[in-house]
Nanobody
Framework: VQLQASGGGLVQAGGSLRLSCAVSGRIFSNYVMGWFRQAPGKEREFVAAISRSGAGTYYADSVKGRFTISRDNAKNTVYLQMNSLKPEDTAVYYC?????????????????WGQGTLVTVSS
């Protein structure tokens, strides 16, 4: 399974970005998908996850109400719409795929990872 994240960049505080993660190699709808991020000097942390069907979504408290995860199973792609961005959202964002049936916030449960895309939010 290969995951290719894109859409990162430099944005001012209060702005928006949309990340995409294209998945190839297996049946996309068989995977729970997640987004994680890692800021400089910090551990990788959970941002959002979405169930196989897209019916269930889960968010870290720090992004709830600002970020929206979605997926298009026909396009083998998961998205992260990020609004009202803050400087503390600056990080490398990673998409990940999990073969388990139930969505999880634990990065240790995810089986496949993309290469990451850098998001920088200026104040």
């Amino acid at each position: 399974v290969q995951l290719q994240a894109s859409g990162g960049g430099l944005v001012q505080a209060g702005g928006s970005l949309r990340l995409s993660c294209a998945v190839s190699g297996r049946i996309f709808s068989n995977y729970v998908m997640g987004w994680f991020r890692q800021a400089p000097g910090k551990e990788r942390e959970f941002v959002a996850a979405i169930s196989r069907s897209g019916a269930g979504t889960y968010y870290a408290d720090s992004v709830k109400g600002r970020f929206t995860i979605s997926r298009d199973n026909a396009k083998n792609t998961v998205y992260l719409q990020m609004n009202s961005l803050k400087p503390e959202d600056t990080a490398v964002y990673y998409c990940a795929a999990d073969v388990n049936l139930v969505a999880t916030t634990s990065l240790f449960e995810y089986d496949y990872w993309g290469q990451g895309t850098l998001v920088t939010v200026s104040s």
